[in-house]
């Protein structure tokens, strides 16, 4: 069936390193959709990417949506603390518009 | 209401036991979904609504799961018979709808069978 993975699964990073996560799906999707989910609570939604090799920012975070619409990724410059959680990819897949599909999640590490 | 209310936010039952999850989209939301969410994972898709037509139920583990949404609002999740491995974190989240929109997540249901 259709998947969404994310690498890696955990990353440790001191505080004002960078930090990637990587997001590839099996099959085409419609869109994609980044969510952060803090220790202990529910995922919250960050931004949403439509468009073919779409770029966008957030102040120290940068979303990228693959040209083929099938991988995305999320950087994060100079992390902080407060960066701390869990960042997950969501997607609908093209042949089924309202199946929101999550990815497996990567789970950031900061030291202070 | 001001955003998704799940209930009971705990909920420990025996095997065997039956039990409903209990979802309150917030209000206006056509899309409502149901997630379960294991320790370490994404959340794993159960189910779809919108208004109140189940559209999609392929996630559901097996027959002992299903949901409802009566009215298009108010939703539940229903687990039969339940095994230890039902337990997990039950999400729910709605959407005001279709494919562009953000999903507002509730604060979960830890179910632990035993």
């Known amino acids: 069936g259709q998947q969404v993975m994310q690498i890696p699964q955990y990353q440790h990073v001191q505080e004002g390193e960078d930090f990637t996560t990587y997001c590839n799906s099996s099959t085409t999707l419609s869109n994609i959709q980044w969510y952060k989910q803090r220790p202990g609570g529910h995922p919250v939604f960050l931004i949403q990417?439509?468009?073919?090799?779409e770029v966008k920012k957030q102040k120290r975070l940068t979303f990228q949506f693959g040209e083929a619409k099938k991988n995305s990724s999320l950087h994060i410059t100079a992390t902080q603390t407060t960066d701390v959680g869990t960042y997950f990819c969501a997607g609908y897949l093209t042949d089924s518009s309202y199946k929101l599909i999550f990815g497996s999640g990567t789970r950031l590490l900061v030291r202070p | 209401g001001a955003g998704v209310s799940q209930s009971p936010r705990y909920k420990v039952t025996k095997r065997g036991q039956d039990v409903a999850l209990r979802c309150d989209p917030i209000?206006?939301?056509?899309?409502l979904y149901w997630y379960r969410q294991a320790l370490g994972q994404g959340p794993e898709f159960l189910t779809y609504f919108n208004y109140e037509a189940q559209q999609d139920k392929s996630g559901l583990p097996n027959d002992r799961f299903s949901a409802e949404r009566p009215e298009g609002s108010i939703s539940t999740l229903t687990i039969q018979r339940t095994e230890q491995r039902d337990s997990a974190m039950y999400r729910c989240a709605s959407s005001s709808q279709g494919e562009n929109t953000e999903a507002f997540f509730g604060q979960g249901t830890r179910l632990t069978v035993v």
């Open positions: 990417l439509v468009k073919s090799g």
């Open positions: 209000s206006g939301h056509v899309s």
